[in-house]
């Protein structure tokens, strides 16, 4: 439930969101171990493991506030890397039966279809299911907000679908239920032009089929391969939908007449897997030995592999490789056409190198400790070399190693790792389909987390560690301890509370802190201060309250105050060019030399124009022109975020 909550609140990428489903795991853990007979009933020695990482991980990501100078930035790290470790703990408190992964990825296909639908809805029928504007792209972002995270979610939800319709453990109804999704779920990959979703995608298919094999695969195939093939070229054909302006003109018209045979092909797909039911529950009774499976297998590797040999002779597989990687490695930005279609075919790696860049050099001056968590943005704006404007570091891994160093990543590791490597020995047992399964989504994900920022996208990591909490969970009646006494419990639950503290207070202030920014840009400033206020009352750590009053004072000609505020803001926050940039404005207001703090600011961020133009002012303008230059000056960017 939790996941889809968050699809529909932008992934849970801000921080208020992501507080509130901290929260909501904190009052389920703290239910569990007050009111369960038995609330650790779960426990094993590997999710003790994976529980110490994540946890451990999660404390190292608040501790770095420490070296960052940046105590704002790690606590909202920290705050969503507690999310992850609650979910992980939770789920591993309960002791795992057969059939626990299985109905907990239904859940997860269900809230990763949900969103597809969501999504689909905007794009094939704007004019009856209009969105916010922010959403207006060529490429399909809502309900996640971003494309890419968009894409993963669907990705991983046909991946999921396909198990799900396919799986050895699997009832009629979730088997058409899961034909009928996958051509919607095809659609939504689509729509969002991810290519990495896309390849990341078909490499969980194929990893779920070739190790899974089931017998069932060839049935949802018949069913469902030939309405996803229909709803691709349809939706491919609709060339408005692939614009920005697809709300407009003969976009929605399009739309419909795609939703149209997206919904036929649904229907379609779950008809037909209908029919094929007394076929396939015949075949399911037919018992093939030891002997014929293992030809079987081998005729099918051998066929596969003698296919993917002459295509790959055919299409000149080796050089086609080479062009691409080349192109990958030279094409900086992938071309913008106004028509997304055309990002399927090339190659760029559209900043990403650069990006990454980036944190390496970060990761090369600070291998052990890293800059601090939340430190990429002002790492980036400080060296990049490149005229991108980004937050995230666009890879988990390389984020990490430069924000977090080898502690954070070898923690991280450990927590990501033993939950799936303790799924292999599942690969052999009654739920194997299902451990599959979540192998091959956790590929997925973790493949496509290497090139983007599903890490800061709640809604496609969380079912991960929800799932791996079911996996590192101990079989009923095996668990490592037995009921706690009445005051272990009691420390427990007052344990629980406490970890409740950051996130309700992060809440009250991110609450408060987007209230005084929406007042702000209205021009309410006496509203803008106190909410600014209480953001800084609920959290004095954070600098952005900070700067909004700072400009409160500066129109209110409050100019000594106003230094006040961006001084405070700078001691939050150092590297933040923005406080730098809002110091040097206050200063030349208040009459003082605001030359060096306008220099800071261009070094925190040298291809920003904004601090280039401010600097160039002051040089132009002369001792008793600072003043002028200033109340002339543009605001930053981003001001209020």
């Not at 090339?346 to 650069?354: V, W, Y």
């Not at 209110?556 to 001084?567: G, H, T, Y």
């Not at 220099?599 to 160039?616: F, I």
Request: hydrophobic fraction near 55%; proline fraction near 5%; glycine fraction near 10%.
């Amino acid at each position: 439930m939790l996941t889809a909550f968050l699809t529909l609140r932008a992934g849970g990428f801000f921080p208020d969101i992501t507080a509130i489903a901290v929260l909501v795991l904190t009052v389920a853990l703290l239910l569990r171990i007050t009111v369960a007979a038995d609330p650790f009933a779960g426990w094993s020695r590997a999710g003790a493991v994976a529980v110490l990482a994540a946890a451990g991980f999660a404390s190292w990501t608040l501790i770095s506030g420490t070296w960052s100078d940046a105590g704002g930035r790690a606590l909202v790290e920290f705050d969503r890397a507690l999310l992850y470790v609650l979910a992980l703990a939770f789920y591993a408190t309960v002791p795992r039966d057969r059939g626990s992964l299985t109905v907990l990825l239904r859940w997860v296909l269900l809230a990763f279809t949900a969103a597809a639908l969501a999504g689909l809805a905007s794009r094939l029928a704007p004019d009856v299911f209009p969105i916010s504007g922010r959403y207006l792209a060529e490429r399909l972002s809502f309900p996640l907000t971003y494309w890419n995270a968009t894409g993963i979610a669907a990705a991983l939800g046909v991946v999921l679908a396909i198990h799900h319709g396919s799986g050895s453990q699997e009832p009629r109804l979730v088997r058409i239920g899961a034909a009928a999704a996958l051509p919607a779920l095809v659609a939504a990959v689509y729509f969002t032009f991810s290519r990495g979703a896309i390849v990341a995608g078909v490499l969980g298919v194929v990893a779920y089929i070739v190790v899974a094999h089931p017998r069932r695969f060839v049935f949802l195939l018949a069913a469902a391969g030939p309405a996803c093939v229909v709803a691709v070229i349809a939706a491919y054909g609709a060339d408005a939908l692939a614009t920005d302006r697809y709300f407009t003109g003969a976009g929605p018209g399009q739309g419909h007449d795609v939703a149209l045979v997206l919904a036929l092909a649904c229907v379609g797909a779950a008809a037909l897997r209908t029919l094929l039911m007394r076929l396939e529950d015949r075949f399911d009774q037919l018992v093939v030995g030891p002997a014929r499976r293992r030809v079987v297998y081998a005729s099918a590797a051998v066929a596969a592999l003698l296919m993917v040999g002459v295509t790959a002779a055919a299409i000149d597989a080796p050089g086609q490789i080479d062009r691409e990687l080349t192109a990958f490695k030279e094409g900086d930005f992938v071309p913008q056409t106004g028509d997304a279609r055309d990002r399927l075919t090339q190659s760029g790696n559209n900043g990403r190198l650069g990006i990454w860049r980036v944190s390496e050099h970060s990761f090369a001056d600070h291998p052990w400790s890293g800059t601090g968590a939340g430190t990429f943005r002002v790492e980036y704006e400080r060296r990049r070399d490149i005229d991108l404007t980004v937050t995230d570091g666009h890879s988990l891994y390389l984020e990490v190693l430069g924000e977090l160093g080898l502690v954070g990543m070898g923690l991280l590791a450990v927590a990501l790792l033993v939950p799936l490597g303790f799924a292999v020995p599942g690969l052999r047992g009654g739920e194997r389909h299902a451990y599959t399964a979540f192998l091959a989504a956790a590929l997925t994900l973790l493949v496509h987390a290497g090139v983007d920022w599903d890490w800061e996208m709640p809604a496609v990591f969380l079912w991960l560690f929800a799932a791996s909490g079911v996996v590192v969970a101990a079989p009923v009646g095996r668990g490592r301890l037995g009921a706690p006494p009445r005051l272990g419990r009691v420390i427990a639950g007052l344990a629980c509370l406490l970890l409740a503290v950051t996130p309700w207070l992060l809440l009250r202030s991110q609450a408060a802190l987007e209230s005084a920014s929406a007042e702000f840009h209205r021009g309410n400033c006496r509203a803008a201060i106190d909410d600014a206020l209480a953001s800084r009352d609920a959290l004095s750590v954070r600098a952005e309250p900070f700067e909004l009053i700072g400009y409160c004072d500066l129109r209110a000609n409050a100019d000594p105050l106003a230094v006040q505020a961006f001084a405070a803001a700078r001691n939050r926050d150092p590297d933040n060019w923005r406080f730098a940039y809002g110091l040097a404005l206050a200063r030349a207001r208040a009459g003082q030399d605001p030359r060096g703090a306008a220099a800071d600011a261009l070094r925190l961020n040298p291809r920003e124009g904004t601090a280039q133009a401010l600097m160039d002012a002051f040089r132009d303008a002369g001792r008793r022109g600072w003043a002028r230059a200033a109340a002339a000056a543009k605001l930053p960017p981003g001001l209020g975020s």
